[in-house]
């Protein structure tokens, strides 16, 4: 099988999700018997056009994946904007996947990751006031996630 991942740019060092995203990604195909190559590893910075622009290079190459796992909803609609264009159909061709649950990934059938937004606020408001009063804590905080399954992948 062969599949690619558009990841975003590190904003902010202190922040995981990034990472943990990436680690999330590789740990699942290992854990499937499934070789990643990093010749396939995009770069993009969030937006729909870094998705598009990256979903290009591989129609231009020629060498696009079975699989493509984009690191947020917006440039997995653009890869899927740009997949369309040049007649290669998602899901029929090429699955593809984003992160984030927006509401334009529902718009546009785009299967993807959920987390709790509630729970994030909740935690991170929390964390927050626990600064505020002085109290700093290291913990890394994890939350759950959900598959939101929409017309982007073949079954």
Not at 62 to 78: H, Q, S, W
Request: proline share 2%; net charge negative; aromatic share 10%.
């Amino acid at each position: 099988m062969f599949i690619v991942i558009i990841n975003g740019v590190v904003i902010c060092q202190g922040l995981l999700n990034n990472t943990e995203r990436f680690s999330a990604f590789a740990d699942t195909l290992q854990a499937n018997g499934i070789a990643f190559d990093q010749t396939y590893y995009y770069h993009g910075n969030y937006r729909e056009k870094s998705g598009y622009q990256a979903a290009k290079l591989m129609i231009l190459s020629n060498d696009y994946p079975e699989v493509l796992v984009c690191a947020n909803d917006n440039m997995a609609i653009g890869a899927m904007k740009a997949f369309e264009e040049h007649r290669i159909s998602v899901p029929q061709h090429i699955s593809i996947t984003g992160f984030d649950d927006s509401d334009a990934a529902a718009l546009a059938g785009l299967t993807t990751i959920k987390i709790p937004r509630y729970e994030s606020g909740f935690l991170a408001a929390k964390e927050l006031l626990e600064l505020i009063k002085g109290n700093v804590n290291r913990d890394t905080v994890k939350i759950g996630a959900s598959i939101i399954w929409r017309q982007s992948v073949r079954s």
